[in-house]
């Protein structure tokens, strides 16, 4: 199996696929965020890494790459979860497909057109309705809303296009209360200061501006964001006598991202690919569906 995978990140489409038994394959990745490659050749050393997605090029079975030439053949998985800063309906003034981000989808597309793989899967954000609305038009699928929840204790709410046929997740009912740490906390405690009091609100954040959720005797987190030192993040939890971040492991099992994936690199680098990343456990659903069966 050929797998290519654009803004590849920390390579959670290879965790998923991994994850459901599949292991005979090579894998390009189109990444070019210098500790998202070093924590994907880290954890996955025969990853072939392809560089910048605009300079992606397919003909004949030869993918063309800014570092180099390669003879694939058929490309059998085409993955990618493009940029989404305008496409958020968080972002009150996102420009959607016309935002400098959010157009990368049009190399997703275009690209997806050149290789015409026998499955393919695009991740995004939830969207205002005329973005979503493009989108399905482009693919030529209907995106389907998946909230990870429903497979891990974060609520992360997102639209997954493929030609795979697949079902929503039964619901598995992770409780983060089952996953807490209780040890070696020091480090993940705030410091008090003023913007930091704010966050914390004495416990009472709702993840508003200005203040985090306290998710200290929650089911599930929230959203888990590229940095936890900001509003909003993924929540807050009481700690002596204020509160600390959600630690590196707590937020990798979020992602359902194997424990310790993230080590090679620094706390803050784990949190902006795991805010970047997937929820590996819906991906391995989707794929679960059309590659095995």
């Known amino acids: 199996m050929n797998v290519l995978s654009l803004f590849d990140g920390m390579s959670c489409g290879q965790i998923a696929l991994n994850r459901i038994g599949i292991k005979d394959y090579k894998y390009y990745a189109s990444e070019i965020k210098k500790h998202a490659i070093k924590c994907t050749q880290h954890n996955y050393p025969d990853t072939i890494q392809i560089g910048n997605v605009t300079k992606v090029h397919y003909k004949d079975g030869i993918l063309y790459t800014e570092n180099g030439e390669f003879e694939v053949g058929k490309i059998d998985l085409l993955l990618g979860g493009s940029p989404c800063q305008d496409f958020s309906i968080l972002k009150v003034n996102g420009k959607g497909l016309e935002g400098d981000k959010s157009k990368l989808f049009y190399e997703y597309l275009r690209i997806l057109k050149e290789v015409n793989p026998k499955f393919f ?25 998946i909230n990870s929840n429903l497979v891990s204790y974060q609520n992360r709410p997102r639209f997954y296009w493929s030609n795979i046929h697949f079902d929503i997740p039964k619901d598995k009912n992770v409780n983060f209360q089952d996953y807490k740490e209780t040890e070696n906390l020091d ?40 940095k936890q030192d900001r509003c909003p993040n993924a929540g807050l939890v009481a700690y002596k006598d204020f509160c600390r971040y959600l630690t590196r492991k707590e937020l990798e099992q979020g992602q359902t991202v194997p424990v310790g994936y993230t080590d090679c690199v620094s706390y803050n680098q784990a949190q902006d690919l795991l805010g970047d990343g997937w929820t590996v456990d819906v991906i391995a659903h989707i794929l679960r569906g059309g590659i095995i069966e």
């Open 187 to 226: 480090k993940y405690m705030l410091n008090k200061t003023p913007s930091r009091i704010r966050m914390w609100s004495d416990g009472a954040g709702r993840n508003e501006i200005g203040s985090c959720a306290n998710v200290t005797n929650s089911e599930k987190i929230y959203c888990i964001t590229r």
């Open 121 to 145: 899967l695009l991740e995004n954000v939830k969207m205002k309705t005329e973005s979503k609305k493009q989108l399905d038009e482009y693919l030529k699928t209907e995106g389907k809303l």
